[in-house]
């Protein structure tokens, strides 16, 4: 499974979209708070007796908080991305979405929001 885990990691990265490549710079190298990020980061847990995985967008494991920007498709999986934030949430991870459109538009505003979280 670890490679599979590594090799799903490396493809999202290649095929990252504009608003996730403009959260990444905004927040990489500790820009916000000195708090390191991850991006396209597996969370592992265990459901219904069978090992899992999760690739969150972007990760901050100090504050357990997972940074998911949602494009198009996650309209069409709301009930996946719902059990999915549950899931992470009982691991004790929070989520915070933003939307492709929001980043590109106020990439600003979002850091703010970030930073009062942390």
């Not at 999986?77 to 719902?82: E, N, S």
Request: charged share 30%.
């Amino acid at each position: 499974m670890k490679s599979l885990v590594i090799e799903t990691a490396r493809e999202l990265r290649k095929k990252s979209t504009l608003a996730e490549k403009i959260f990444w710079n905004a927040v990489r190298n500790r820009k916000i708070k000195g708090k390191k990020f991850n991006r396209q980061f597996s969370i592992h847990f265990v459901y219904n007796g069978h090992p899992r995985f999760f690739i969150a967008d972007f990760y901050c494991h100090e504050n357990m908080l997972i940074i998911e920007i949602d494009g198009g498709i996650h309209e069409q999986q709301k009930d996946y991305d719902l059990l999915r934030t549950e899931i992470v949430n009982e691991l004790g991870i929070n989520v915070i979405r933003f939307k492709n459109e929001t980043v590109l538009e106020n990439i600003n505003q979002i850091i703010e929001d970030i930073k009062k979280i942390l």
